[in-house]
């Protein structure tokens, strides 16, 4: 197996050139390791596990079995576009699981967050491993590491505590066991959205801002229910849209939109109405351990709020978050 330090004189990969040259490298060595057996990856639509989709896909094609788990927490249209770029586009041997009810299901009544972040991790390992004992002939698991997992996990084994458990995928059941295939375990996410255009990517993929394995349910406060998170989900895409629309999803780190599980009283068409508030955040960092936030101009608020209590069924207010971190952590949960 390949080191696990990045050695001090690697050249950072910060232009096209330097990335073709990344890809042609990890192509030859996945083929010298894989040969002609069958590697299995959790496709998440991160861009981290795009890129090691797209650089396998490059380098054994069809002996890449793609598995995309649906958890029922995604952004709009996300799993949406996972096929249309994975199966439409690149040709790549893809099951969609939608799992749905099963995770929403077992999160039903569920308001403490360490507990809901425990399921939904838990969960997810349970689908994809259920799903890989139906696949025959994988000796192989592909991994979207990067280099700041496994700076990450120093930190762990050196005692150092987390604020939050975090999941990604990882931890398999013992019957599971296969060889890794991390081919950008070494790169830093600059240099892996550097290689994931130079492999003809989708800019919106490479560039896509993070997105927390539990998705939206860390974002749907206490116990999560279908109609406040179809909410979130469509208050959301408003956001998205809009920052699209004037820039700002370029320019800001994070942003997204939060709704807890109260209520106040409103009015609409006359009558009372009472609705969840949907709460902005849009946030800066360098390394998620600290944050500033994002001066969003009032035109863009008032334009985002008219939108999000016009369109969005059972949001009667629009909050904006102006906590920087410390103290408030970017998620909310
Ligand atoms: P916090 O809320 O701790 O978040 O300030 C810091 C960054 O981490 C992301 N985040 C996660 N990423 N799995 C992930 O891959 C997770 O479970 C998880 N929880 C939070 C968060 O979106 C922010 O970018």
Known sequence: MSSNVRPENMERITTPELAKAFIEEQVAKIRAQVGDKKVLLALSGGVDSSVVAALLIKAIGKQLLCVHVNHGLMRKNESENVIEVFKNQLDANLVYIDATDRFLDLLAGVSDPESKRKIIGKEFIEVFADEARKLEGVEFLAQGTIYPDILESIKAAEGKKAVK?????????????????????????????????????????????????????????????????????????????????????????????????????????????????????????????????????????????????????????????????????????
């Open 165 to 333: 458990s975090h999941h990604n995928v990882g931890g398999l059941p013992e019957d599971l066991q296969f060889e890794l295939v991390e081919p950008i375990k070494l790169l830093f996410k600059d240099e892996v959205r550097v290689v994931g255009e130079a492999l003809g990517l989708p800019h919106g993929m490479v560039y896509r801002q993070p997105f927390p394995g539990p998705g939206l349910g860390v974002r749907c406060l206490g116990a999560i229910t279908r109609d406040r998170l179809a909410a979130l989900r469509e208050a959301d895409a408003i956001l998205r849209e809009e920052f699209d629309i004037c820039g700002l999803a370029e320019k800001v780190w994070q942003y997204f939109i939060i709704v807890p599980d109260i209520k106040s009283v409103g009015v609409k068409d006359d009558s009372r109405y009472e609705g969840w508030p949907a709460i902005i955040r849009a946030v800066n960092t360098k390394d998620a351990m600290s944050a500033t936030i994002e001066e969003i101009p009032y035109e863009v608020l008032h334009k985002v709020t008219n939108r999000i209590i016009n369109e969005v069924e059972g949001i009667n207010r629009v909050l904006y978050d102006l906590t920087p971190k410390p103290t408030g952590t970017i998620e909310w949960e």
